[in-house]
């Protein structure tokens, strides 16, 4: 037992690097409600701070997403590192609204180098051929996220200084990560140098085309969800059901990314094939609880949109990741994966600034039942597609 928990080590540390960097990025969910308060914007500002974020990420995945594959998986982690522990100080130091929208793009920064070298990361480090490496990739990257907003608000509601504490904790677990990666060894042997790394273009071969696209639109949903909730949910919960206890709003946001992860986990038992559609149904239900909880203002209907529509969005994401990388040649699948990304990122920024700027004319409720709408739409139209067409079975999704 021993000797397989010494096996097992470096890749659970790497995966505690992993979800530390994380966290950093969805810290301030429960904290915007108090930043409206000190700097006096409304809520369509709220959606652009929160959305900078995705842009941060977007321009990593084209600009270096293959980074890591050349340096090495640590040099890329210790920049992700440093962009967590320079968005973290833009919080602590924030005087002014820049001061948002730059540790907001910094910690996109960091996401984005993090996403991919770090799972890959996570997975090279574990026993070779265990089908749990994915699972502890996958855990990292999901359970961060989740534990990010709930760390805030509960300081935010208990402690002092809910705008510094927050992050002065992050910028100590950002250290104590720097010194735990010190310790790892590097899984990339031959390493070239910074200058071999070009911009990747996302591209579609013909034969992805078909599975692609309905894919892509059931990650763009389940991301605009999880956008809409990480950016407006704390202010609806204070505004129109009268819940002002931070620790409660991030708890809400974090119980969607775990959902998030035990969606991902279940595609190895349902299947690529049936957890797409399956994604899409949950994905529905979960906007359907949503709009009840708009239309009636009950907390509960809340609470299940985000498990539900957490577990929809893991299982259509983690079978779109599978499908699309089962159907794409080996030389073009960064590419493709790329491509699917970038759209689920913009799914993560595009609508929630559309909400914002409905907020004004029709109000929050009124401007996220038409987000709803929108967003039913495109992804019934992707479940009845697949339904009708499924997609090629992949293999076991921790093999892919």
């Not at 540390?13 to 409206?36: D, R």
């Not at 001061?99 to 984005?112: C, D, E, F, K, N």
């Not at 749990?132 to 999901?142: G, Y």
């Not at 992050?170 to 010190?182: D, I, K, P, Q, Y």
Request: charged residues 10%; contains cysteine.
């Amino acid at each position: 037992m021993d000797g397989d928990l010494r096996g097992w080590r470096p890749c659970l540390l790497a995966g505690a690097v992993f979800a530390v960097c994380m966290a950093g990025t969805t810290l301030p969910t429960p904290l915007y409600g108090l930043y409206q308060e000190k700097f006096g914007f409304d809520e369509l500002t709220v959606t652009v701070v929160y959305s900078v974020y995705a842009f941060g990420v977007i321009g990593v995945l084209l600009l270096a997403g293959d980074a890591s594959d050349a340096v090495g998986r640590r040099p890329v982690l210790w920049w992700g590192l440093a962009c967590a522990a320079a968005s973290a100080v833009c919080f602590l130091c924030a005087t002014a609204l820049g001061w948002l929208y730059a540790g907001r793009l910094l910690s996109g920064l960091s996401a984005g180098l993090f996403t991919g070298a770090a799972s890959a990361y996570v997975i090279e480090l574990a026993p070779r051929g265990s089908p749990r490496a994915t699972f502890v990739a996958t855990a990292a990257n999901m359970g961060g996220l989740g534990c990010g907003p709930l760390l805030a608000g509960v300081l935010a509601q208990y402690a002092d200084r809910p705008l510094h504490l927050p992050f002065v904790v992050h910028l100590g677990m950002v250290a104590v990560s720097a010194a735990v990666l010190t310790l790892l060894p590097e899984t990339v042997r031959d390493r070239k140098p910074l200058s071999t790394v070009r911009p990747q273009r996302p591209g579609l071969p013909p034969r992805v085309r078909a599975v692609f696209g309905p894919a892509a639109a059931a990650s763009f949903v389940g991301f605009a969800l999880f956008g809409v909730f990480t950016s407006v949910s704390p202010s609806f919960l204070a505004h129109s059901l009268g819940v002002r206890d931070h620790a409660v709003s991030g708890l809400v946001v974090a119980l969607a990314f775990f959902s998030s992860t035990a969606g991902q986990l279940a595609v190895g038992r349902v299947g690529v094939a049936r957890s797409l559609p399956l994604g899409c149904a949950l994905l529905l239900a979960g906007l359907a609880l949503l709009a009840g909880a708009l239309h009636w203002d009950l907390l509960a209907l809340v609470v299940l949109s985000a498990v539900v529509g957490g577990t929809g969005q893991g299982l259509s994401f983690r079978g779109a990741l599978s499908a699309v990388a089962r159907v794409s040649e080996a030389d073009r699948r960064a590419a493709v994966i790329s491509a699917l990304f970038v759209v689920a990122y913009t799914g993560i920024s595009v609508p929630v600034i559309g909400v914002g700027l409905l907020v004004e004319p029709i109000g929050l409720e009124g401007a996220g039942l038409v987000f709803i709408a929108c967003m039913a739409l495109l992804v019934s139209a992707a479940g009845v597609y697949l339904l009708r067409r499924p997609v090629p079975e992949a293999e076991p999704a921790d093999r892919t």
